[in-house]
T-cell receptor, first 116, second 117 residues
Framework: GDSVTQMEGPVTLSEEAFLTINCTYTATGYPSLFWYVQYPGEGLQLLLKATKADDKGSNKGFEATYRKETTSFHLEKGSVQVSDSAVYFCALSYSLGGGSNYKLTFGKGTLLTVNP | NAGVTQTPKFQVLKTGQSMTLQCAQDMNHNSMYWYRQDPGMGLRLIYYSASEGTTDKGEVPNGYNVSRLNKREFSLRLESAAPSQTSVYFC????????????????FGAGTRLSVL
């Protein structure tokens, strides 16, 4: 079945360090890929997405590129801030035209802590 | 600017008690979802409703029931709570379930933290 594997945490960085959180997926067909972020005490928020191969999603300085050849969607940021401390989830979904043929599969999440 | 609202935020139950978690969205979305979040497990889909009047099982439906009361509201019921149902529960909604583009992006509520003793 479909699955998402992401880097186990926790990840601890100093402010202004470079961030990479690895995400790989297993799926039949051509899923859409997402990164969601969960700040302490809150629900999940969409961070960025990509819907087809070679698409790059970006938001708030974060980027991820849909790599079909390596089935990966790694999250990167050039210079992290204390306010980026959160749990990050990689996820995939199928675009099958709607209706009941829907599934969104999450990875287990990666806790990022950024120290000043 | 409410988005997805869940009530209650916290709940403690004894084994065997029942309760209903409420969820409402004000974005005129067609599809709604219930997830549970457990340490080291990520989010797992319990039930979803692709449109008003329909519900379908997700990955972990056992021990739960749902009701899509109207387009805005989607409730999750635990008929006889068990300690294994101790978790954080999230409701989410999207314009539609599946499909290309932005319409399947899910928006989440702040969660209900449930403890079953």
């Amino acid at each position: 079945g479909d699955s998402v594997t992401q880097m186990e945490g926790p990840v601890t960085l100093s402010e202004e360090a470079f961030l990479t959180i690895n995400c790989t997926y297993t799926a039949t067909g051509y899923p859409s890929l997402f990164w969601y972020v969960q700040y302490p005490g809150e629900g999940l928020q969409l961070l960025l997405k990509a819907t087809k191969a070679d698409d790059k999603g970006s938001n708030k300085g974060f980027e991820a590129t849909y790599r079909k050849e390596t089935t990966s969607f790694h999250l990167e940021k050039g210079s992290v801030q204390v306010s980026d401390s959160a749990v990050y989830f990689c996820a995939l979904s199928y675009s099958l035209g709607g209706g009941s043929n829907y599934k969104l599969t999450f990875g287990k999440g990666t806790l990022l802590t950024v120290n000043p | 600017n409410a988005g997805v609202t869940q009530t209650p935020k916290f709940q403690v139950l004894k084994t065997g008690q029942s309760m209903t978690l409420q969820c409402a969205q004000d974005m005129n979305h067609n599809s709604m979802y219930w997830y549970r979040q457990d340490p080291g497990m990520g989010l797992r889909l319990i039930y979803y409703s692709a449109s008003e009047g329909t519900t379908d099982k997700g990955e972990v439906p056992n021990g739960y029931n749902v009701s899509r009361l109207n387009k805005r509201e989607f409730s999750l019921r635990l008929e006889s709570a068990a300690p294994s149902q101790t978790s954080v529960y999230f409701c989410a909604s999207s314009v539609q379930a599946g499909g290309p583009g932005a319409k399947n992006i899910q928006y989440f509520g702040a969660g209900t933290r449930l403890s079953v003793l």
